[in-house]
């Protein structure tokens, strides 16, 4: 079983070796998540060079992890992948190996957000696709502003209260929240 952790990671530096589409997609997370992204690859799509990426149009070169905390491996040479794997779990790094996610010790998970409630699924290893629909799914269940805004209240007016009053107050806004989600009580 993995552990579910969020990572502020922002600031931080990150490699991306490979420059096609997985790669994008990687990129695109990373910049969300406020980390500065390298991308190494001989070849690199249009879209990544639109990014706010460095970008360094050749092989990767062993000195390329120096000052990285995330990398994520993306090419289409699994030996290679493999490789800069162990160089880069050897020198205590985040590595997303996206051919192989077993080799590395970190996965991306599909993430939804609404009113800054943020929420992660994974399929562990296998089927990204499910992942990604249960997080649409998820999306249509969260909060919008107004509700999440009208529970905070709730919830600080019910601390402010003491004794049974307190308890009956988080009781209610516990049984508002879950009608609101899924009708149940």
């Known amino acids: 079983m993995s552990l579910f952790a969020l990572l502020e990671l922002s600031g931080e530096c990150a490699l991306i070796v490979g420059g096609g589409k997985v ?6 997370t990373l910049l969300e998540a406020g980390l500065e992204v390298t991308v190494v690859a001989p070849e690199v799509q249009p879209a990544l060079e ?12 062993s000195g390329d992890l120096a000052g990285k905390r995330l990398v994520v491996l993306a090419t289409n040479h699994a030996e290679l992948n493999d490789q800069i794997c162990a160089e880069a779990k050897a020198a205590g790094l985040l590595v997303n190996h996206a051919g192989a996610a077993q080799q590395g010790n970190l996965r991306f998970a599909a993430v939804t957000e609404r009113a800054g ?12 696709m499910l992942a990604q629909a249960l997080a649409q799914r998820i999306e249509e269940l969260l ?6 805004q009208g529970w905070q209240t709730a919830r600080a007016e019910a601390l ?5 009053e307190r308890e009956t107050a988080l009781h209610a806004l516990r049984q508002d929240i879950q009608r609101s989600l899924w009708g149940a009580a």
């Not at 790669?23 to 695109?28: E, H, K, P, S, T």
């Not at 639109?50 to 070169?61: A, E, G, H, M, W």
């Not at 409630?117 to 990204?128: D, E, I, K, N």
């Not at 909060?143 to 999440?148: E, G, K, R, V």
């Open 143 to 148: 909060p919008s502003a107004a509700q999440l």
């Open 117 to 128: 409630v943020q929420v992660a699924v994974s399929t562990g290893q296998s089927l990204p």
């Open 50 to 61: 639109k990014l706010k990426v460095t970008i360094c149009q050749r092989p990767y070169q």
């Open 23 to 28: 790669a994008l997609r990687r990129a695109q």
């Open 160 to 164: 402010a209260q003491t004794g049974q």
